[in-house]
Nanobody, 127 residues
């Protein structure tokens, strides 16, 4: 069973930066990895994703230009660099990984159905 572990969450002020990491116990079967987030009282939403082999990236419009997703295959780790944070970014951030992508679907469309999930990392942005 693949395990994912997030780290790097915390409390920051608006305008600050934060980097989340997600360490995978095994990436052999991965097609892609990414992040969803869930703010208090809201549904979980897609943030960013990356294909593990080619490194193709996808972003939600709300974070495009501020967040950067990357991966280090040798370290089996994915990162989310978050800059220019706002209070609207406050949420629990979940790391996920999928070993497949159904035909006709894009990674952002399918990612909520990913195989593996971490327990989440809390990010709080104060105004």
């Amino acid at each position: 069973q693949v395990q994912l572990e997030e780290s790097g969450g915390g409390l920051v002020q608006a305008g600050d930066s934060l980097r989340l990491s997600c360490l995978a116990s095994d990436t052999y079967s991965f097609y892609g990895m990414g992040w969803l987030r869930q703010a208090p009282g809201k549904e979980r939403e897609f943030v960013a994703a990356i294909t593990w082999s080619a490194g193709i990236t996808y972003y939600a419009d709300s974070v495009k230009g501020r967040f950067t997703i990357s991966r280090d295959s040798a370290k089996a780790t994915m990162y989310l660099q978050m800059d220019s944070l706002t209070p609207e970014d406050t949420a629990v951030y979940y790391c996920g990984a999928t070993s497949e992508l159904p035909e006709g679907r894009t990674l952002p469309q399918y990612f909520a159905g990913a195989n593996y999930w971490g327990k989440g990392a809390m990010v709080t942005v104060s105004s």
